[in-house]
C-alpha cells in the first residue's frame, strides 16, 4: 500500500491544488474592481512564454470565486495565466497537449482578496543581479547551455551573457550593479577593462549621477561609457 504523502514528507497537513485551463479563468480588467491590478495590462514576455513551454506553471495561482459575476477570478498569478494561454498555443501548433495552472482556492470577501493580492506582489524579495549570476554559472557547471538557462531565467541569450560576465568584473562593478548604478548590460562591457580602468569608470559614473534618476542619469552615464 502506498504510503500517504504526509508521512512520506514529514508534512504536518495538505490542502487540495486544482488544476485549470487557463482559458476558464476571469483576468480582472474592470477598473472599479476590487482585484483589478493595472499589471493585467503588461505585454507578454517571450522568455517568459518558453520557459512556462519547457517547464509549465510551477508555482500554483491564487483563485477566488465572484458570487457576483459566477467567475473563477485570479487573485495572485496573472502573468502565469496570461503566459500560459501563449504557451498552448505553441504546443498545440507542436501536437502536443496544452497545460494545465495549478490553483489554491481562497474564500472571503473581495476585500480580503484584495490584500492576498496587494501583499504577494509586493512582499516579494527578487534576486539580485549577482546571485543571478551566480546560479547561472553554476547551471553552466551542471552541463547546461546558454540556450537553457534563457529559458530557466527567461531572459535572451544576450542577457545570460551580460549576466555572466558580472563574475569576471571587479568588486567595484559588482557593487555599482547591486546598487543600481549601472545595469547588468551598461556592466558587461566594463568587465573587459584593466582592473584599475572599470574601478576609474565607475568612480566616474557615480560622480556623474549623484543624486540623478530617470532619464537625466541615463543621459550622464552615457559619455563615461562611451555610448
Not at 132 to 156: P, T, Y
Request: some cysteine; charged content about 30%.
Amino acid at each position: 500500500m502506498a504510503k500517504d504523502s504526509k508521512v512520506v514528507y514529514g508534512a504536518s497537513g495538505k490542502t487540495n491544488v486544482l488544476t485549470f485551463e487557463p482559458e476558464s479563468l476571469h483576468l480582472v480588467t474592470d477598473k472599479t474592481h476590487p482585484l483589478y491590478d493595472e499589471r493585467v495590462h503588461l505585454p507578454i514576455d517571450e522568455g517568459m512564454v518558453l520557459n512556462i513551454k519547457e517547464l509549465g506553471v510551477l508555482e500554483p495561482i491564487i483563485v477566488w470565486k465572484d458570487p457576483e459575476l459566477g467567475l473563477t477570478c485570479v487573485v495572485v498569478g496573472r502573468q502565469r495565466v496570461k503566459h500560459t494561454l501563449e504557451a498552448n498555443k505553441l504546443l498545440l501548433k507542436e501536437g502536443k497537449d496544452p497545460l494545465l495552472v495549478p490553483g489554491v482556492v481562497k474564500r472571503g470577501s473581495a476585500n480580503q482578496m484584495a490584500k492576498y493580492m496587494v501583499s504577494e506582489n509586493e512582499i516579494r524579495r527578487p534576486d539580485t543581479p549577482l546571485g543571478r549570476a551566480k546560479k547561472m554559472s553554476d547551471a553552466l557547471d551542471r552541463g547546461l547551455d546558454e540556450d537553457d538557462i534563457a529559458v530557466l531565467f527567461g531572459c535572451s541569450v544576450q542577457t545570460v551573457r551580460a549576466t555572466l560576465s558580472l563574475l569576471e568584473a571587479t568588486q567595484a562593478v559588482r557593487e555599482a550593479v547591486e546598487a543600481g548604478t549601472i545595469n547588468v548590460t551598461q556592466a558587461r562591457p566594463l568587465a573587459s577593462l584593466k582592473p584599475e580602468e572599470q574601478r576609474e569608470k565607475v568612480k566616474q559614473i557615480e560622480t556623474a549621477t549623484a543624486g540623478i534618476t530617470g532619464h537625466d542619469k541615463a543621459r550622464r552615464q552615457r559619455p563615461v561609457l562611451g555610448e
